[in-house]
């Protein structure tokens, strides 16, 4: 089975957890950065998904 690994940056909506961005393998700079930047500006906590493979596994960076 071929491994598929992308990035996805969640914002805090009325609270519900909502996808802001979805960044492929080759992007994992530019979904950090879009991370920090969408809670510097919103003030809002936000979740950022690990590298999937054949199992998801998130992790909430604060």
Do not use: C
């Not at 961005?21 to 979740?47: C, V």
């Amino acid at each position: 089975m071929l491994a598929i690994t992308q990035f996805e940056v969640y914002v805090l909506d009325h609270g519900r957890w909502t996808i802001h961005a979805r960044y492929g393998s080759d992007q994992r700079k530019a979904a950090i950065m879009d991370a920090r930047n969408t809670e510097f500006t919103t003030g809002l906590p936000r979740k950022k998904s690990s590298p999937r493979r054949t199992s998801p596994k998130s992790t909430k960076l604060n």
